[in-house]
């Protein structure tokens, strides 16, 4: 097989690429944006097809570059189903096998850094790639977006300990220049989790930490909710006979959408839908005046009761997320709906006014962020 180990220096994110050297087929974990350049050369150079972008889970210090991968690659991109991206063509169970080649990838749910966390395990080679749950002697903090220090205990001992022994670990970072470990040395030598540490201690010393906020939280969680596609598609006007309700315009991959501008002149005519999650609605972006809150994931259930008749732009921070909420509504039989082009983000930049904008730091839904990893 082969298995390249690459380094993004400002923020200590490993990615990882493995391949099958007969097919050429190819899997990159926890690509950067800011790095697709360098991965794409060096797929070009080995000659390997890439099949699939996967995530360890929803970042907070980097944006993800496989929206981009996909966009240029074709690749899919594939995150465990407990991390809510909808943006992703893969929602991966618990056990379930991504294969390139002769090889494959198991998804191991292991959370507790987050509720999503996922760890890819290559048996055949003995490879595990933990992400944040396990780092090299220690792991990722608890703190944010659903962390749980109980589960992640019992993710470690009763899903990354019980691999044998010479399984390589490979972390989602290490900031000392560390490259890989096993499952033998992280039970002896790792000083929260490792044997003889106990549930309790472990609670204790996760409550402890005096952490920083992570700089790049409020630009990296919501564009990778969104698998880092945080640039709108390019939209032509429609011309679909049911599309003139409004100025609507199409983007290339259907979504109907409205310009900013109509949406500011006639919102108190129109139902205006939020599809991020709580935090994002409550934090430091804000929202529109007079918006609803209903998350993507639970868009379609909430949208049973409603007038189908009724003009509906749906929001979101970049516009991707909301893109596909109209598209769905649509297929529920909504007949006047949109998404707001951009996003809330080009709202603002525009000088439109939001409300009820916090510090993520300290206002409503803090404790859902997802930190940086220590």
Request: glycine share 10%; net charge negative; aromatic share 6%.
């Amino acid at each position: 097989m082969i298995f390249r180990q690459l380094l993004d220096p400002e923020t200590s994110t490993w990615t990882y690429l493995l391949a099958d050297e007969q097919s050429r087929e190819a899997v990159l974990i926890d690509p950067v944006r800011e790095q697709v350049p360098r991965d794409q050369e060096l797929l070009g150079e080995l000659g390997l097809r890439l099949l699939y972008a996967l995530e360890t889970h929803v970042h907070a210090d980097h944006v993800t570059g496989g929206g981009l991968l996909r966009a240029r690659l074709g690749c899919r991109l594939g995150l465990g189903r407990a991390a809510g991206v909808m943006t992703a063509d893969l929602a991966l169970a618990d056990g379930e096998r991504v294969p390139f080649g002769r090889h494959s990838l198991e998804a191991l749910f292991t959370p507790g850094h987050t509720s999503g966390c996922v760890t890819y395990l290559c048996r055949e080679e003995q490879m595990a790639f933990t992400g944040d749950a396990l780092l090299i002697r220690a792991c990722g903090r608890t703190d944010f977006q659903q962390g749980d220090p109980e589960a992640l205990f019992r993710s470690v001992r009763e899903r990354i300990f019980a691999l044998p022994d010479a399984t390589r670990l490979y972390p989602g970072h290490d900031y000392k220049g560390r490259t890989v470990t096993t499952v033998g040395e992280e039970r002896r030598w790792n000083p929260r989790l490792g044997e003889g540490r106990s549930l309790p201690e472990f609670v204790a010393t996760m409550a402890s930490l005096k952490l920083a906020y992570p700089k790049r939280i409020d630009e990296a969680v919501p564009a990778n909710l969104c698998s880092g596609v945080t640039e709108p598609e390019e939209a032509a006007p429609s011309e679909r006979e049911s599309d003139r309700w409004a100025p609507l315009l199409r983007t290339q991959s259907g979504a109907p959408v409205l310009p900013t501008e109509w949406v500011a002149a006639h919102a108190r005519e129109l139902r205006l839908v939020d599809v991020r999650e709580t935090v994002e609605f409550k934090g430091t972006l804000g929202h529109l005046a007079g918006a609803e809150l209903v998350p993507l994931a639970r868009l379609s259930e909430a949208a049973r009761d409603w007038d189908r008749k009724a003009a509906i732009v749906t929001l979101c921070t970049y516009g991707t997320r909301s893109g596909k909420a109209a598209l769905r509504l649509s297929e529920l039989g909504f007949s006047r709906v949109a998404s707001l082009y951009g996003g809330i983000m080009r709202w603002i930049e525009e000088g439109r006014p939001v409300v009820e904008k916090k510090d993520a730091r300290g206002g409503q839904g803090a404790e859902a962020w997802l930190g940086m990893d220590i």
